[in-house]
Structures are given as C-alpha cells and as structure tokens.
C-alpha cells in the first residue's frame, strides 16, 4: 500500500512588524489675544494620539496627531502657562504578504528631540523628531502532517494545545462629566489619563469590557504658583461585536484615550469635561491538534524534510503595579511647582537563558526660584519589569507602562520623588515545535534487516522511546510493549529490551 499523508493547519500569532520610525515635527505656534505672552520657554512635550490604524493590501496606515505642548513662563507673572497644538501625521508601513483579516496592531511612542525657540512674544518656533514603536500581529496557517498511512512508517506524534487569534474589533466612544474646578482658576495645564485594568465578560459574538478613565487635571490658580491637581472618574460599560468568539475564548481589551477636553459652559459657568477613548479587543481560542514531529521506515529508504514552527502555548494578562524613587538635589531657594513624567515604550532583550523588559522613564521637574523664574530639571531611570525575566526569546510581550500616580517631599535640597507605574496588558508564551512536512518512501529500496535478536540497550534518563526505536530500526510500541513502559519519555537509567525486526 502507497504511504499517503494527511495534513491540517496550525494557527500561531506571527509577529509580520516591529519597527522604529522617525516622524519629524515642524510646528509654529501663533498665541491668540487672550494666551499671555512668552518670557521663557521651560518645557516643550509630545505624545501622539491614534485616530486610525488599519490594513489594506499588505499596508498598514497609522494616522492621527502629535499633541506639542509648550510650557512658558509669561513676563511680570510667577505662574507657568501652557499653550498646545495638534500636528497631524500619517505613517505608511509596506508588510509582507500575508492575510491579515485577523490582526491586531500597537503603536507605542515618545519624542526623541525637540528644538524650541521664541520667535518674538507671540510666535513659537517647534522644530524635533517623535520616534514610533509599531508591531503588527496577525494570524499565520501552517500545514502539518497529522497522520501517514503505510504499515512500515513508525511516527512520533502528539498533541498540540495552542492559542490561535480568533477576532479583533476597535470600539471608540466618548463620555462627559462635570468637573469641580475652583473658581479662581487662571488655567488649564494638561490632563493626565489613565485606564485602570477593565473587566472583560465574553458572549458569543460579544466582548462587554467594563471599566473606567482616571484623568487628573493639573491647573493654577489666582493665589499660588504651584500647579494643583483635580482627578475626576469617567466609568463605561461597552459591547464589542467580533463574529465567531466563544464565552470559553480569552480575552483582552487595550484601552487608549485619543482625545481629553476641559470646556466651560457659558450658561451654567460648569466645567465639563470629555474624553475620546478608544478600545482594541482581541480574542484568542484554544485548539488541540494532533501533529507528526518525526517519521521513519522500517522497511524502505525514504526521504523527509521538518519544520520548524512557534505556537501560542499561553497567553496571560498582566497588571501590576511599580513603585518608583526618584532623588536629585534642587537649591534650597527653589519651589517645585510641576513635575512631568515622560515614559519611553518597553524594550525587550534577550541574552544569556534570562529575558529583561525595560523603559526610560524621565521626570521634568519644573521649579521656580527666588527671582521668580522657572527652571526645568530633568532625571532619568530606567525602570525593569523582573518579574518577566523568564519569559522566553521568543514570548510576545504587549505591555504598555503608565503613569498612575506621584507624589514628592522637598526639604531643603533634597528631592524625593515617590511614582507609582501601572503596567497593563498581556503576554503569549510561545514554544517552538519540529513538525514533519513532507516523507517519501522509496519501494524500490528497501532496507537490509539485520536484527534477528533480542537487543539489550543500556538507556540514559531523558531518552525517548521514538529515537532509540529510530536507531535501532525498531518499533516504538514493540518497545514500551516490551518493557512495560507507561511514558514515551524514560524517567529513570534503566535496561531495555528492543524486540527483533519483524515484517
């Protein structure tokens, strides 16, 4: 009878991008009759906001903007003031031939220079570059051999559990509520959001993700130059459709802000705020298949080619606190009135058996001294996630670190600051497989059996019944048969017995 092989598909989340790219920033800023004017500039950031990403014809387009915020000091006053302006970009990125119906794609980012300059009180020059993380993740179909057919080929097969990519949809929507800002407020600085951890309910064809946005709003008043904070909750509650998924499907949702606005309302004098959000939801499926790793003939020469594949063996969620001391020395004659945190992406590297995930994260602490001018002082560390130092070289970390709280003491000279890091996401463990893709025998060749006895083997702990049945041209069954075995894997040193070759 002619061997025949059948095959099925492996599902695995195949990383098809991981790029750096370069976004130059080149802005002028115009201050409007009512913005105070510039006597110094003290701090210029950028953080990008995602409008769109999708995927068509093997490219991926991200658009959106790069908010600049430029932080002044205006003549005869000893508040900061803050004046910002969206730059919109589009970044195009060819990828490989692939299908990408199931995908899911991150966008991370953080400036790597910025040149500001005034070009008189009223005009503010912005010249940098912003750097951005993207990765691309989508679904890739292996062919496998799950079975051969032919009484002289042994396999070595097993099952694989895996997690596959099972569907993924984007959900934006935006919630409003008033804001108890005190009425002597001068101005609105920034808004700081942050997601906490949602929970994540799946029905079929249905993902509810429940959570809510922290955003704290820092702003000045009449009376006093340091910045205050106000945090105010925004919760939602929303459905996702992706077709297909399950209520045993794993889940995750990443949860963005693309837009943070505060608004006075003309009537009432309430401030209002709304913020944009947008959630990425993924699903992931757990499959069994059986695959053959390894062949062999007993009776004919043949010829076989492997492969090697990466399967989604888990996938877990991440939330985890970081606490996060940060000491530098400040003039005794200095005030703090503002310290703005900047977090690089996570960077992960591989060397020597051990995985170390880390970000650069800066604290820009902005002071003012006796004669009234502001000064900015920026301290960097590097923050490691060790708890993910036995991840593998070839897990997919998607985690994003964030700032959720800080606070500092200032005595004297000494700077303390005390930042509490949120990082939030997931990881997919991944295990490579050796996977047999193709075996021919050869009937017009057959194999000269020599063993007409019993073959005692002296077998080494950790050995496979498989291999040892391959070196001896012998049967795998025959031998555990043989040798009462219960696992193809042995567990101690031990004697064995392998059975003469039989037609």
């Known amino acids: 009878m002619a061997t025949q092989l059948f095959f099925d598909h492996l599902l ?5 991008a991981d790029v750096n790219s370069e976004q130059p920033v080149e802005t002028e800023i115009l201050l409007a009759d009512y913005d105070e004017p510039v006597f110094k500039i003290i701090k210029t950031t950028m953080e990008h906001l995602v409008t769109q990403k999708y995927i068509m014809q093997n490219k991926l387009t991200v658009e959106g903007f790069i908010k600049v915020s430029v932080y002044y000091q205006p003549p005869q006053a000893d508040k900061i003031s803050v004046i910002t302006q969206k730059v919109p970009f589009q970044k195009q990125l060819e990828l490989p031939a ?9 966008v991370g980012g953080q400036s790597q220079y910025v040149n500001t300059r005034p070009q008189n009180s009223t005009r503010i020059d912005v010249r940098g570059a912003y750097l951005f993380s993207i990765k691309v993740f989508c679904q890739q179909k292996v062919s496998a051999v799950t079975t051969i057919s032919g009484g002289s080929v042994c396999c070595d097969s097993g099952e694989i559990s895996h997690f596959c990519l099972a569907g993924q949809n984007i959900r934006q929507f935006s919630v409003e509520n008033e804001v108890n800002i005190p009425e002597n407020l001068c101005r609105i600085l920034r808004a700081h959001t942050r997601s906490q951890a949602p929970v994540i309910a799946v029905y079929q064809d249905k993902i509810t993700v429940k ?28 459905i996702i459709d992706i077709k297909g998924i399950k209520e045993n499907y794993v889940s995750c949702a990443d949860v963005s802000v693309s837009s943070f606005t505060v608004a006075q309302n003309q009537d009432s004098k309430k401030y209002i705020a709304s913020v944009t959000v947008q959630i990425d939801a993924t699903a992931f499926s757990r499959q069994q298949v059986i695959a053959v790793g390894d062949a062999f003939s007993r009776q004919y020469e043949y010829t076989k080619t492997q492969q090697e594949m990466l399967c989604d063996t888990n996938m877990y969620h991440i939330d985890k606190n970081i606490a996060l001391q940060i000491g530098e020395n400040i003039g005794a004659d200095y005030t703090i009135s503002d310290i703005i945190f900047e977090i690089a992406p996570l960077k992960s590297y591989f060397e020597i058996n051990k995985t170390t995930v880390k970000s650069k994260v800066t604290a820009n602490i902005i002071a003012i001294n006796s004669q009234n001018e502001y000064e900015c002082f920026a301290r960097g560390e590097d923050v490691v996630l060790d708890w993910l130092e036995n991840c593998s070289q070839h897990d ?39 996977l047999l893709k193709s075996f021919e025998e050869d009937t017009d060749a057959p194999v000269a059996n020599e063993q007409e006895a019993l073959i005692v083997y002296y077998a080494q702990k950790g050995e496979r019944v498989f291999d040892i049945a391959k070196n001896h041209n012998a049967s795998p069954q025959d031998i ?20 003469a070759f039989t037609d």
């Open 12 to 16: 695995s989340t195949a990383k098809m």
């Open 98 to 106: 692939a299908d990408y119906d199931l995908s899911f794609i991150t």
């Open 211 to 238: 959570g809510e946005i922290s955003a704290d709003i820092y702003y000045t008043v009449a009376d006093s130059n340091q910045v205050k904070k106000h945090t105010q909750a925004f919760p939602y509650n929303q």
């Open 396 to 434: 997919e970390i998607c985690i994003k670190l964030s700032l959720d709280n800080c606070t500092y003491t200032h005595t004297g000279t000494n700077l303390q600051i005390n930042a509490a890091l949120a990082a939030q996401g997931f990881v997919i463990e991944k295990r490579p497989f050796k």
């Open 480 to 499: 555990m048969e043989e040798n009462s075995l219960q696992s193809d894997v042995l567990q101690t040193n031990q004697m064995i017995f392998i059975p």
